[in-house]
């Protein structure tokens, strides 16, 4: 029988951490210089991971896809992120973000875990600021906070609409430091596509050359996935179109287990499909709930003249508006957490109340706040505050310097300008809070295969509050997986290069050439997209915002026969000695269609909502979702058993003794 260890450390939650850094094995300075570690991944968790590692002594080589590391996914996060330094004496405090990240998990996650989250949040702060990255700042010069979702404290340092960009550049920088000292060998357009095990443990990759088409063997003492989520499974999300489940999938499939693959976020603020030639969905920032509102008309007939193009939203009155999230849930109003804000936008677009041509768009509106900041300025200056036309201005200026950026990609994609009419939005696949099961060290179950990032199963529960990914992240690779490597790595000092002549390596390279010729020699009549379409429209209609027993049924059989046809049918042009991109995508959408069954069949067992996992046999009269703390109190951990309909159902039983566990309310 299988027996997973967490490895929680004994001891006063706030203790655990320290305590567990002063016990654990170290790898001295002298003998990390014979250690070689993978990282596969350069978004914030690989990167700030590969840094750290290399600057500590060890050997790192790293590997992306892209053809530079800045360009990992983790550059198009918008927001920010978040800590609990309390510079705003709102009442913020490790113990508060703690709790705000446990409840926003729906008590789904782990104690030991958000703590020590929490715990280091301040420190990545630091280590940013140190770094350089320009952090939005006030008027007297200190770090500026906002707020997000499901909190009621001012927690989130910014930059702009663009904070995944600059933590990024200052995690780059750091790596290239590194990279011109010859301590992080950087293999840009390189995808993993195996792991290789020796004696049960991990000891290198085969990688592809995505150039030249070349397998590469490499060795290592560790390999860390650092490999970002799997969102991309429903085709159309907010994700960069290359992320992928693949480096996660294939260690899966060696032995590493894979945690709550159904724990999906769904963004409430994306800008609406426009069609189905569409391939990428845009996320406008939870930030901007801040300042705009939500709403959908409340009459009926108002929306039916909106849709024909005879009435414009602006020529609604405020009585005639329903700000559903205000009215709902008054304590948090438009800051409610993500999920409680998706389905409350798709509870009133399933009424009819849906304000866009296919009747999936709610407002989000800044005209309050425009004339809300306008005043404000107007008084410090000292101008008409009744001046309406100055009043506007002065507002939108405001709006600008806070979220400029976000306005302007919403104009050129939507062509509407923001300022002068509200935005439309609708919910879309964000985020995946599931993913490799890892231990407190965030070891996997393959001994020496670690991950970190989004790739893991992460500290979030089933819902990722915003601003914590990033931070998550961070504190991954910055300040976490440094130390805990070592207590593993201290047994391997002696161990000397690892060979990739072994047959190991021979055999895991065999395998992956195999692949790639079936798909190159396939010659059949669809393309990737085709099936990769079809998947997303499985997967958003029968696992997406809502789920029920007999669509997540039908979902885990379509699944299968579309995986089928795929093999039969699928045609890669091209040959395997180029860069193909077409092949590339084959080979990543083989792992989402295996991943895509077991999401469903995760969904299935799971009969409770929690978070972002809405059963709607398992709700209120009023539509508010209903946990089963005395069932599902557990992380669903997968083990593969071949098919993935046959993978077996571990659970990792959650146990709080720090937080009382409560309805989630955020009323
Ligand atoms: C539009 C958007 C906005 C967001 N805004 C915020 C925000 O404001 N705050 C917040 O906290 N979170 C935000 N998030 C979430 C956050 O950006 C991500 O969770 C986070 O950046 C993931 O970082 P990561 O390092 O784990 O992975 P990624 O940044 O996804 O990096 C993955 C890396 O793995 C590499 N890789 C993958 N597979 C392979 C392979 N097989 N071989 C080689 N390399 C591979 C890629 O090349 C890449 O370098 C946002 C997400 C989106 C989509």
């Known amino acids: 029988m299988t027996v997973l260890k967490s490895k929680i450390p004994k001891g006063p939650i706030s203790e655990k951490w320290t305590k567990h ?26 990167a700030s991971a590969s840094a750290t590692l290399a600057e500590l002594g060890y050997n790192v080589k790293t590997f992306c896809f892209q053809d530079s590391p800045r360009r990992a996914h ?47 949040s301040t420190n990545i702060i630091d280590q940013c600021v140190a770094q350089g990255v320009p952090f939005a700042r006030d008027y007297g010069g200190l770090l500026d906070n906002r707020s997000f979702g499901g909190v009621l404290v001012s927690r989130t340092f910014y930059a702009k ?56 063997r490499h060795g290592a003492h560790a390999v860390v996935i650092a490999s970002g989520g799997y969102g991309n499974v429903f085709f ?132 309050s706040a425009i004339i809300r900041y306008g005043k404000e300025q107007a008084h410090v200056k000292g101008l008409d505050e009744n001046d309406k036309t100055l009043v506007k201005k002065l507002g939108q200026d405001v709006i600008r310097s806070k979220y400029g950026n976000l306005f302007q990609m919403y104009e050129k994609i939507v062509d509407e300008n923001p300022y002068e009419t509200p935005m439309t939005i609708y919910p879309a696949v964000h985020y995946t809070m599931g993913g490799t099961w890892v231990d407190y060290n965030l070891m996997t179950s393959i001994p020496g295969c670690y991950s970190i990032g989004e790739a893991n199963f992460s500290d979030h529960g089933a819902n990722r509050l915003g ?41 895991a390279e065999k395998t992956v050439e195999n692949q790639i010729n ?38 885990m059989k379509e699944i299968k026969q579309l995986r089928n046809d795929f093999y039969k049918n699928v045609k890669v042009p091209g040959s395997a000695n180029e860069y193909n991109e077409e092949l590339a995508k084959a080979g990543r959408l083989a792992d989402f269609l295996e991943l895509g069954e077991l999401f469903a069949k995760d969904g299935l067992e799971r009969t409770e909502s929690c978070g972002g996992h809405f059963r709607e046999e398992s709700q209120t009269s009023e539509g508010e979702a209903v946990r089963d703390d005395r069932n599902f109190t557990f992380v669903s951990v997968w083990e593969h058993k071949g098919e993935p309909s046959k993978s077996k159902l571990i659970k990792e039983k959650l146990n709080f003794e720090e937080i009382e566990v409560k309805t989630r309310s955020y009323k």
Not at 475 to 499: C, E, H, Q
């Open 21 to 46: 850094k002063s016990d654990i094995n170290l790898v001295s300075p002298a003998n990390k210089r014979l250690i070689d570690i993978i990282v596969v991944g350069t978004g914030l968790a690989g």
């Open 74 to 120: 983790s550059i198009a996060a918008q927001g920010g992120i978040n800590a609990a330094k309390n510079y705003q004496g709102d009442g913020d405090s490790t113990y508060r973000l703690f709790y705000d990240t446990i409840k926003g998990g729906d008590y789904r996650s782990r104690e030991a875990n958000v703590y020590r989250l929490a715990e280091v």
């Open 161 to 216: 609409g663009q904070t995944g960009q600059q933590l990024l550049l200052g995690a780059y920088s750091a790596m290239n430091r590194q990279i011109g000292r010859g301590q992080i060998k950087m293999y840009n357009r390189h995808e993993m596509m195996d792991i290789v095990l020796i004696d049960g443990k991990a000891r290198g990759i085969i990688a592809k050359n995505l150039i030249t088409g070349k397998l590469e």
């Open 236 to 367: 159309l999300s907010t994700n960069a179109m290359g992320s992928n489940v693949s480096a996660a999938w294939k260690i899966y499939k060696k032995g590493a287990h894979f945690a709550n693959p159904c724990f999906t976020q769904i963004h409430p603020t994306c800008i609406p499909v426009s069609g189905d030639y569409q391939s990428k969905l845009t996320l406008m920032s939870e930030s901007l709930r801040n300042d705009g509102r939500i709403w959908v008309p409340k009459n009926i007939k108002d929306v039916k003249l909106i849709r024909e193009g005879k009435l414009k939203p602006t020529q609604i009155n405020e009585e005639n508006r329903d700000y559903y999230l205000e009215r709902r849930y008054p304590a948090f109003g438009n800051l409610v957490p993500r999920d409680v804000a998706s389905r409350a936008a798709k509870e009133r677009c399933d009424e009819g109340y849906g304000v866009n041509k296919t009747g999936e768009a709610v407002y989000l509106d800044f005209s």
């Open 467 to 507: 601003a914590s990914a990033l931070m998550q992240g961070l504190a991954d690779g910055y300040f976490v997986l440094p130390y805990t490597i070592g207590d593993y790595l201290a047994d391997d000092i002696r161990t000397g290069k690892i060979s990739t002549d072994q047959p190991e390596f021979e055999k």
């Open 518 to 555: 079936l798909f190159i020699n396939n010659k059949g009549k669809n393309s990737v997209d085709y099936y990769h379409k079809k998947l997303g429209k499985i997967m958003w209609n029968k696992c997406g915002m809502s789920r029920n027993e007999k669509g997540l049924k039908e979902a």
